[in-house]
């Protein structure tokens, strides 16, 4: 496809209950980052991969969040024993070699009741 | 570390009117500045961005920055707004390239006819 594609767009989960989010970037994309973004907020660093390598994972809220990116294209970020604190939009982004504009994916609005 | 301020976390403007959104920094070295658009369940559109050069950049849909390091500004700018305007804006840092970016909270812009 043309853009950034997540899926899926919306997920409600039970609490403790584990999900599984997809990122498809732009074909060809180096870069991969993931962002979180609360209701009213701005979005928020999760994690960056180059290629297949998680080179930045420090913004991951605590051992429950997972990603990865195995083939250096599709990342999946994983939320274990999901809390209600963890109800946000989940960002996608990729960019290029050049690295100089992320492209965003429309994100997963994740409810966790 | 870094960071960004949005003072405005609501404005309105009438249709037709010019507009200005505000934003300061916070970033030890030469920043990379950005703004986004996001609309109603939508991901986020780069408006324009900002590197080196010239210190007023332009952007898509008419709108401009102007680049202010004495003021640690990267104010966004509109002659004339239109009602499709209305939408909330982030302003972002980083440090470029492929790295994460840093978000303002955002300003949500309403436009009334």
């Known amino acids: 496809g043309a853009g950034v ?19 498809d970037p732009i074909s060809g994309h180096v870069s ?22 998680q080179l930045d994972k420090s913004g991951l809220p605590s051992d429950r969040f997972f990603a990865e990116r195995p083939e250096g ?33 429309q994100g997963t609005r994740l409810t966790v009741v | 570390a870094q960071s960004v301020t949005q003072p405005d976390i609501h404005i309105t403007v009438s249709e037709g009117a010019s507009l200005e959104l505000r934003c300061n920094y916070s970033y030890g070295a030469t920043p990379y500045l950005f703004w986004y658009v996001q609309s109603p369940g939508q991901g986020l559109q780069l408006l324009l961005k900002y590197f080196s050069g010239d210190t007023l950049v ?15 500004s990267f ?25 994460k970016l840093t978000f303002g909270t955002g300003t949500r812009l309403t436009i009334i006819p």
């Open chain 1, 73 to 105: 294209s599709v990342s999946t970020l994983k939320i274990q024993r999901t809390q209600q604190e963890d109800s946000a939009v989940y960002l996608c982004a990729s960019s290029s070699t050049d690295g100089f504009e992320a492209f965003f994916g």
């Open chain 2, 75 to 99: 104010n966004l700018r509109k002659p004339s707004v239109h009602w499709s305007d209305a939408a909330e804006y982030f302003c972002a840092v980083g440090p470029g390239g492929n790295e």
């Open chain 1, 32 to 53: 991969l980052f993931w962002y979180q973004q609360a209701l009213g907020q701005g979005p928020e660093f999760l994690t960056y991969f180059q290629n297949e390598a």
């Open chain 1, 5 to 23: 594609s997540q899926s899926p767009r919306y997920k409600v989960a039970k609490r403790g209950q584990d999900v599984a989010l997809r990122c």
């Open chain 2, 58 to 72: 332009q952007g898509i849909k008419g709108f401009e920055a102007e680049f202010k390091r004495s003021q640690s």
